[in-house]
């Protein structure tokens, strides 16, 4: 059953409706008319979620936040690709009508600011070569000792 653009269907009684809008602007229909303008932002934001993934994460807190925030870019940049605007269908009566798209977004960013908040690093970082060393042979190679570290054997 498609329902007719501006109109409203009664989810869960008085509470959650489907209703059919189509939102040509970023959030809440600011810029209305920047439809270029927000569909070079979705691309250039979905390129950052995959060089960060490729990067690779720390926690699976960012790994997660990182892809609800790329599929609901993407979402929202099919969309816009398609229809020249996005399609909202969410209403709560006391929020602006928003879509799943929306929804993945907004939790994925929540997601980075609390993992922030609490301190944690977004992406892994990589590893030296020394810094997997035994401390012996770390010391050793920082003083010009023992030529082939991995040539050494240990007489212990």
């Not at 070569?129 to 770390?138: I, N, S, V």
Request: glycine residues 12%; proline residues 4%.
């Amino acid at each position: 059953m498609a329902i007719p653009k501006g109109s409203s269907v009664p989810i869960v009684s008085g509470t959650i409706f489907l209703t059919h809008t189509e939102n040509p602007g970023a959030a809440f229909g600011l810029f209305p008319n920047a439809t270029t303008l927000l569909i070079v932002t979705a691309l250039i934001a979905c390129a950052l979620f995959l060089w960060m993934g490729r990067q690779g994460f720390n926690r699976r807190l960012f790994a997660l936040a990182c892809g609800m925030m790329l599929g609901g870019a993407a979402g929202n940049l099919l969309d816009r690709l398609r229809f020249g605007a996005v399609t909202d269908f969410l209403d709560l009566r006391v929020w602006p009508v928003f879509n799943l798209a929306d929804t993945a977004l907004t939790f994925g960013a929540l997601l980075l600011l609390w993992g922030s908040w609490r301190g944690e690093e977004f992406c892994a970082s990589p590893v030296r070569k020394e810094a997997t060393l035994p401390l012996e042979r770390q010391t050793q190679k920082s003083f010009g000792g023992g030529g082939d570290a991995s040539a050494e054997t240990d007489d212990r």
